[in-house]
């Protein structure tokens, strides 16, 4: 049920954004990655809230109500939100009790009960209710205690803070009881990749938190040539004087990215009925900019090979989400996208963000933001970190030194979540 994007839309900035004065859900929602041992995503929790609250933004989604969470489900669609995996929604003990919104597919979705739910009689009524009807069901924040491990038999997810080393025993020790559920443990608030690694030792079978995305450079090792040839070629495309010629060229040389740009561009999704056959057909039907941005992405993937693949989505989600935002703000929408595709580059590929941007013919602007300078750049990519974070408060601080109103978050968001996933099912 969710809104596909309209014909071209990958090869036009604005083409799924609301027209002027358009009705549509104004809803703010994050997503925050629950990757397995391999670091390979398993699902999503999502993070609402209502936009137009600007006074009482919680940093968690025990603020969302049951119109909240179906305004977004119905507006984005759950494989635009998860790419086809799990959503871990938050709920209230008032939603709980109340019945969950007819939007969520049971098959689809976690629902995680928050920690100051306790296990008395109406809830554990409400959770057999649920179970029954095909929910899966997570604790979140848990703590064992005799007012909740009443709910433990009921859970197929157990989140427990990574620093919570006697939890995790008395879980442990509970769950490996004879006829006891075989919950599976999620630790949560994982920030390094030492946590990560000691949480893999402890037991636990998923992990949430940004250890995926923290940067463990060496600054002494070299790129491999590949991967070397692959951020020479990123910055060729960015020459803004490219010509149709030029960037065919560029393109034409790399056979996978030929196979993925094509593949793409003729991918239903996007509309077209002829079959496209070449790179330079493509460069006719969709424009130089678009198909050097789909170009740009893709070789942000070579790059990322031996990185979790989650760090490239997010990457293309933020440069779109600056490209967006950028329109009409100073940067220019293609500075927004190259300093939201470069973000993450440090982690993507070990290396000090110094390093990397000196290979890279960034515009100054770009090139101060991404090594932390204060400027238009660096503000419109401090807020497009905080909304993907589920940081309102600070989101709505930046977005008011940027001049940007909380519509213009939730569009370009949900364009670029839209985008991302067009993209991820084409490849």
Not at 28 to 54: C, H, M, N, T
Not at 247 to 266: F, G, P, Q, S
Not at 293 to 312: M, N
Request: neutral net charge; charged residues 20%; aromatic residues 6%.
């Amino acid at each position: 049920m969710g809104i596909r994007a309209q014909a071209g839309s990958v090869g036009n900035p604005d083409a799924v954004l609301p027209a002027a004065g358009a009705a549509a859900p104004q809803v703010f929602i994050a997503r925050q990655p629950i990757f397995d041992r391999s670091r390979k995503v398993f699902g999503y929790e999502l993070l609402f809230r209502a936009s137009g609250d600007a006074t009482t933004c919680g940093s968690g989604s025990e603020q969302a109500t049951a119109r909240v969470i179906t305004d977004a489900v119905l507006a984005f669609g759950l494989d635009t939100l998860t790419m086809g995996h799990l959503a871990f929604i938050n709920v209230t003990r008032d939603l709980l009790l109340d019945g969950m919104p007819a939007a969520l597919p049971a098959n689809r979705v976690v629902l995680e009960l928050l920690e100051d739910i306790e296990a008395d009689s109406e809830v554990l009524a409400a959770v057999r209710l649920l179970r029954r009807r095909g929910f899966a069901i997570a604790l979140d924040d848990f703590v064992l205690t005799d007012r909740t491990a009443d709910l433990v038999p009921f859970a197929d997810f157990i989140k427990v803070d990574v620093q919570a080393r006697s939890q995790v025993l008395a879980l442990r020790n509970l769950l490996a009881r004879p006829g006891a559920r075989r919950s599976a443990l999620l630790a949560e608030k994982v920030e390094t990749v030492r946590q990560f690694e000691s949480a893999t030792r402890q037991g636990f079978t998923y992990f949430q938190g940004y250890f995926f995305g923290r940067p463990t450079t060496e600054s002494t090792k070299a790129l491999p040539e590949s991967r070397a040839g692959h951020l020479r070629l990123l910055g060729a495309l960015q020459d803004p004087n490219l010509s149709v010629h030029a960037l065919e060229d560029l393109i034409r040389h790399d056979a996978l990215l030929c196979y993925r740009i094509l593949k793409t561009v003729n991918c239903t999704a996007f509309g077209h009925t002829a079959r496209v056959e070449s790179v330079r057909q493509a460069l006719v039907m969709l424009g130089i900019d678009a198909v050097r941005r789909w170009a740009s992405i893709w070789l942000l993937a070579g790059l990322g090979e031996t990185a979790p693949a989650e760090l490239v989505t997010m990457a293309t989600v933020r440069a779109r989400v600056c490209e967006l935002l950028a329109a009409g703000r100073g940067p220019r929408p293609a500075d927004g996208f190259m300093l939201g595709l470069c973000s993450l580059l440090d982690s993507i590929l070990g290396q000090p963000i110094e390093t990397i941007v000196d290979d890279l013919p960034l515009s100054g602007e770009v090139r101060e933001a991404l090594l932390g300078g204060d400027n238009d750049c660096r503000r419109l990519l401090d807020c497009a970190v905080s909304y993907e974070r589920a940081a309102w408060d600070e989101c709505l601080r930046l977005a008011t030194t940027a001049g940007l109103a909380p519509r213009a978050l939730v569009t370009a968001h949900g364009e670029a979540l839209r985008w991302a996933a067009d993209l991820h099912r084409a490849a």
